[in-house]
């Protein structure tokens, strides 16, 4: 770990107060925070530091209703979150609180997406020559055994096994972390998980990491799906008001609060309102104040805090903003 990064992901913040009206965190990787604070421990260990807590389900799920962020989006986008993956979401039924009068109706206790992901895309067709980004792709038995084709049946399978499955994601392109080589097999994934969405009516969530032609050009070639959400939105104005005008929702996480993030706000206000979702993308991507810790769902309230004074709006009124514009989204 670089000197830059050790001083970063050392504990949890503190919870933001909360929010005057629910909110829904769009994507979420729940599964994955567990893992994500056991690296952290063992760079604490190592540097001779205190260990943060380790939570359990109940206290995130706990901690995000306390705030107004009583629903998240799970996504499975590798096999082994997908082979578990309900599993998982009973077990959130489990520790899932029922929520406010406003929820109960609208909302399940535990909804979710499941893809693979583009970078995974890549290893399962063999591709794991070193990323633009430096690093060199690990592919394990998983990515050997399951060719691209047979990963993707597995998701066609857990849509088919699990009403649960509402979103189709997270699926795209991701320059940034695959090289060249593996762009091919990205769009081949990227292509069929548009047809599964279409298949069976259900919203496509959209990873889109430095290949903004090509996404938007795909989408447009293939026909979209009638519900199209950018997950984490990193796309320019242009961008963002180009997908607004043809009806997709653009997702916000915590990099818009970043002090060096200008064109991603510029993105924001060049967003139709109708179309403004909100996520943390947990573990990673936390917003500030918290940044440099893990994130969970709750935080979510940090960045609805944060879009609605950019947007000058009251937060409440934000707050019923995006919590409506996520039931259309999803077709709910």
């Known amino acids: 770990m670089s000197k830059k990064n050790d001083r970063k992901r050392r504990n949890w913040g503190s ?6 009206h629910p909110i829904i965190d769009t ?21 001779n530091r205190e260990r ?5 389900l109940a206290e995130i799920t706990n901690a995000s209703a306390a705030v107004g962020v009583e629903r998240f989006i799970q996504c499975a986008c590798e ?22 009068n406003i929820l109960k109706s609208n909302i399940p206790k535990a909804i979710s997406a499941a893809a693979i992901h583009p970078n995974e895309a890549a290893l399962h067709d063999n591709f794991c020559d070193p990323s ?44 940034f972390r695959t090289a060249e080589s593996g762009r091919q097999s990205q769009i081949k994934s990227f292509r069929e998980h548009i047809r599964l969405a279409k298949d069976y009516n ?58 060096t993030n200008d064109d991603i706000r510029k993105a924001l206000f060049a967003t139709n309102k109708d179309y403004i979702l909100l996520e ?29 004074t950019l947007l000058d709006m009251d937060l409440e009124e934000f707050c019923k903003l995006t919590f409506n514009n996520t039931l259309n989204s999803l077709g709910i």
């Open 79 to 100: 096999i082994s979150g997908i082979e578990t993956l309900s599993d998982t979401l009973n077990d959130i039924e489990k520790n899932q609180i029922a929520g406010s």
């Open 132 to 175: 633009p980004d430096g690093l060199i792709p690990i592919q394990r038995d998983i990515h050997k055994n399951l060719s691209l084709d047979e990963a993707i049946v597995s998701v066609e399978n857990i849509i088919k096994a699990d009403k649960r499955v509402i979103v189709v994601g997270e699926t795209g392109l991701d320059y």
């Open 202 to 259: 259900l919203t496509l969530q959209i990873h889109d990491r430095l290949a903004h032609f090509d996404v938007m050009d795909i989408l447009q070639r293939d026909k979209a799906p009638e519900r199209v959400i950018f997950h984490s939105f990193s796309g320019d104005s242009q961008m963002a008001e180009a997908c607004t005008k043809k009806g997709w929702f653009l997702s916000f996480s915590g990099p818009i609060t970043y002090k």
């Open 52 to 56: 943060i807590h380790n939570p359990t």
């Open 15 to 20: 919870l933001p107060e909360k929010l005057p």
């Open 280 to 308: 943390t993308d947990c573990p990673f991507l936390t917003p500030e104040p918290v940044r440099g810790g893990p994130n969970a769902p709750a935080y979510t309230a940090y960045t609805a805090k944060y879009i609605s």
């Open 27 to 47: 994507h979420a990787h729940i599964d994955m925070i567990s893992g994500w604070v056991d690296d952290i421990n063992k760079n604490n260990v190592a540097k």
